[in-house]
């Protein structure tokens, strides 16, 4: 059983109230619980110490159900500034480097071994801001891998 599950099975405790002896210990363990997701803290905050059953659901619904959050921006065409460019400069030196830095170990390889580096997503340089990646990515020349990685797409330009 995950996270998740453990929360709906204490959220549904907490609506059946089969043991009120039990109903606080429900509470603390759902709002401990409900810490560890990206949720409206304040809300869920809110709704613990309101013992707000409907609130703190609808948040919990929202977890497992998460909307696809689009701007209106990202509809449209992505135009190519120089920031972009230079920040896609910027990604293929770092990933160059990082890469460079991995296959020269000698810890973690034979001397002759000769292999290549098996990198292939880096953070982005913090020189550029988020918006300058999500648009790269946008742009078909980045792809996002989660947790703020990028990977250089093969064969992709401005």
Do not use: C
């Amino acid at each position: 059983m995950n996270a998740l599950e453990k929360l709906r099975q204490v959220v549904e405790d907490i609506r059946d109230n089969k043991d009120p002896m039990k109903l606080q210990a429900n509470w603390d363990l759902a709002v401990r619980l409900i810490s560890r997701f990206p949720a409206d803290q304040d809300a869920a905050m809110q709704a613990y110490k309101d013992k707000d059953f409907d609130a703190f659901d609808a948040i919990l619904t929202q977890i497992e159900n998460p909307a696809k959050q689009q701007d209106d921006a990202d509809n449209g065409p992505v135009e190519v500034t120089s920031e972009m460019r230079e920040a896609l400069k910027a990604f293929r030196k770092r990933l160059k480097l990082t890469r460079l830095d991995d296959e020269s170990r000698i810890g973690n390889r034979q001397l002759t071994g000769g292999l290549r580096s098996e990198i292939d997503a880096i953070e982005p340089p913090r020189e550029f801001s988020d918006k300058v990646w999500k648009d790269l990515a946008r742009a078909g020349v980045l792809k996002h891998t989660g947790q703020g990685f990028y990977q250089l797409v093969e064969g992709a330009s401005l």
